[in-house]
């Protein structure tokens, strides 16, 4: 993650979980990052890979980062991380829940439980690299951890929330992202709960070696139960594909026009002062249409993560170069809107919610131009806006060979 843009992630993703508290309250926002359509967009929309499994890494960091100065005055507290960050986790909990009144002790155990769940008893082949913490002042929380498969180097992201967890080893999960890949022991799944009681009765009454001469018994003689299995019910499941570029058939072209209407419909009623910013303004309230939905938009909005990857590009130039200038602008914008929320003055971040509101409402009946085309154009102004990915500075496109010859 070069610093240019994981400062940015750090500041947008503050300032939008500060928007979303104001809203709707810190339990909607546990409920959004257990979401993983959400979770996605809100990484794709602040510019991170729109596809890749470093979503998780880098949103969990930024928010880590960004929260933490607020954290006294949101009640939001990020802990966890990557690798040895991971292993901090319980004694974060146990400093926070000292300063600020909540059992972090039993939230400690809380995040050992979910992380040897992931990696136990649910056997998957995905070996845990990624554990992110984030509770309220309340003791609400809710986990997002994430595996990776050595040999496909395919990740799987798992999501945990507080609210409604009645177990910790019969259907706990909020969500699980990841494609199947073979088969998968999962003594969490609800049909395993004889399983789980058997194994227990098992140890206690035979001990482990009289179980391994069990097993090997009843594999020699082939006793195993062959008839079909019933059917897992299905938690949300989002599979992200393994090209970088983004397609149509990865975007809801309609949701996507509504946008684009929707900034040119309501951006000179609502952002007038905005818009007299030479070159960039029109273009900051597109992509304020698409942050507009990730703090307002219904669940079922997200099924298309790789759209709001049209708000801010991405480092590796998928769909196109980040445009800083729009970036930076998005993130004045949302900051002036919160800061004035705070003192009673709700104009600006009314503004962005009926910009989101208008969205749906067009949709239904606007077109506009192909996903190549938006992008094309994205690429030919990517220099007046500030252009950049992990490859540098975008240039001004070359002219034509017949432009060149006649000049």
């Not at 709960?193 to 090997?216: C, M, N, V, W, Y």
């Amino acid at each position: 993650m070069p610093k240019w843009l994981g400062d940015r992630m750090t500041r947008l993703g503050a300032v939008m979980c500060e928007a979303i508290i104001h809203h709707y309250g810190r339990d909607e926002l546990l409920r959004r990052l257990a979401h993983p359509f959400w979770f996605q967009s809100f990484g794709a929309v602040m510019g991170m890979d729109w596809h890749s499994s470093g979503i998780t890494t880098s949103v969990i960091g930024a928010l880590k980062r960004g929260l933490a100065p607020l954290s006294g005055e949101l009640g939001v507290h990020v802990c966890g991380g990557r690798g040895a960050h991971s292993r901090k986790t319980p004694h974060e909990l146990a400093v926070i829940g000292e300063r600020v009144g909540f059992d972090g002790t039993g939230l400690a155990t809380a995040s050992r439980l979910v992380a040897k769940v992931d990696s136990a008893a649910v056997q998957d082949g995905f070996d845990l690299y990624l554990h992110g913490f984030i509770v309220t002042d309340d003791g609400d929380w809710v986990v997002v951890q994430q595996g990776m498969n050595g040999d496909s180097k395919v990740a799987r992201r798992y999501h945990w929330l507080s609210e409604g967890l009645k177990s910790f080893v019969d259907q706990p999960h909020a969500a699980i992202e990841g494609a199947n890949q073979g088969e998968i022991v999962n003594l969490t799944d609800r049909r395993a709960d004889a399983s789980r009681k058997g194994q227990l009765d098992l140890l206690h009454a035979l001990g482990p070696d009289r179980i391994l001469r069990e097993f090997t018994a009843l594999k020699r003689g082939a006793a195993w139960n062959e008839q079909a299995p019933e059917q897992q019910p299905l938690l949300p499941h989002l599979v992200m594909p393994a090209h970088h570029d983004v397609r149509e058939s990865d975007v809801v072209m309609r949701r996507l026009h509504g946008n684009i209407a929707a900034a040119a419909e309501r951006g000179p009623a609502d952002f007038s002062e905005l818009l007299l910013v030479p070159g960039v303004g029109a273009r900051t309230v597109r992509a304020l249409a698409l942050v507009a939905e990730v703090l307002h938009g219904a669940p079922c909005r997200f099924s298309d993560p790789g759209r709001f990857s049209l708000a801010h590009g991405g480092k590796d130039r998928h769909p196109f170069p980040v445009p800083l200038k729009v970036y930076d602008e998005t993130i004045g914008v949302l900051k002036s809107a919160v800061h004035k929320a705070r003192l009673g003055r709700e104009e600006e971040i009314g503004a962005l919610r009926r910009l989101d509101d208008q969205s749906r409402q067009v949709e239904r009946y606007v077109t506009g131009p192909s996903l190549k085309e938006i992008v094309a154009g994205e690429f030919d102004q990517s220099h007046l806006l500030g252009g950049r990915s992990v490859f540098g500075w975008e240039s001004a496109p070359e002219a034509p060979a017949d432009v060149k010859q006649k000049g």
